[in-house]
């Protein structure tokens, strides 16, 4: 689905460091929660930036995620 919504840019969600390889399903997460697709695209938009967020916080990998370190990079 990441390719039908965003065509020209979904390899580049792809490519993430640490999100990367979840954005496949995280579009399909977000179509299955009934996100619409401008809904979706904000999100999966927002994802370069949590990655760096993440990064800079010494996140290695998905599994590793805590709630406060998601909480800690959402917008305010």
Do not use: N
């Not at 640490?18 to 997460?29: E, H, N, S, Y």
């Not at 179509?31 to 999966?44: F, L, M, T, V, W």
């Amino acid at each position: 689905m990441l390719r039908s919504l965003l065509p020209e840019a979904h390899h580049k969600f792809l490519s993430l460091p640490l999100l990367g390889p979840i954005t496949d399903g995280f579009d399909d997460w977000l179509a299955a929660g009934g996100y619409r697709p401008a809904r979706a695209k904000s999100a999966i938009r927002m994802l370069p930036q949590v990655d760096v967020d993440l990064y800079r916080r010494r996140a290695c990998d998905v599994a590793s995620l805590t709630h406060a370190k998601l909480h800690a990079c959402s917008p305010r």
